[in-house]
C-alpha cells in the first residue's frame, strides 16, 4: 500500500504557473506507475499524465500537450507536474494516483491522494 499527498495548488493568474507535488509513503513508490488526473466542478475526473516506474514512458491529455509536464523523483518518492500558460478552464482539483501501468482510466489506478485545488482566474 502506498499513501499520497499532493501540494503545490493555488490561485493563479491566467499564464501563470504552478508546480505541483505528489509525495508518496508507504511501500516502494519506485514499483508504482504515477499519474495526475483533475475535476472540475459538475464534471467527471480526467486523466492528465501519467509516468511510468522509470520516467521512459509518459503520456499526456491533448489538452494539456506543451504546456504542462510529469516528471518524478524515485529518491525523494515524489512526483511533480508542472503546469505553465495556465487556462481558466485548467481550474479544477488536482489528484494523484499510483498503479501498475501507464494509462488514461481512472479505475486503472488503485491509489489515491486526496487532491490539491487549482484555480486559475481569467
Known amino acids: 500500500q502506498v499513501q499520497l499527498v499532493e501540494s503545490g495548488g493555488g490561485l493563479v493568474q491566467a499564464g501563470g504557473s504552478l508546480r505541483l507535488s505528489c509525495a508518496a509513503a508507504g511501500r516502494a513508490f519506485s514499483t508504482y506507475a504515477m499519474a495526475w488526473f483533475r475535476q472540475a466542478p459538475g464534471k467527471e475526473r480526467e486523466f492528465v499524465a501519467a509516468i511510468s516506474t522509470t520516467g521512459g514512458r509518459i503520456s499526456y491529455a491533448d489538452s494539456v500537450k506543451g504546456r504542462f509536464t510529469i516528471s518524478r523523483d524515485n529518491a525523494k518518492n515524489t512526483m511533480y507536474l508542472q503546469t505553465n500558460s495556465l487556462k481558466p478552464e485548467d481550474t479544477a482539483v488536482y489528484y494523484c494516483?499510483?498503479?501498475?501501468?501507464?494509462?488514461?482510466?481512472?479505475?486503472?489506478?488503485?491509489?489515491w491522494g486526496q487532491g490539491t485545488q487549482v484555480t486559475v482566474s481569467s
Open positions: 494516483a499510483a498503479g501498475t501501468f501507464v494509462r488514461v482510466g481512472p479505475d486503472e489506478y488503485k491509489y
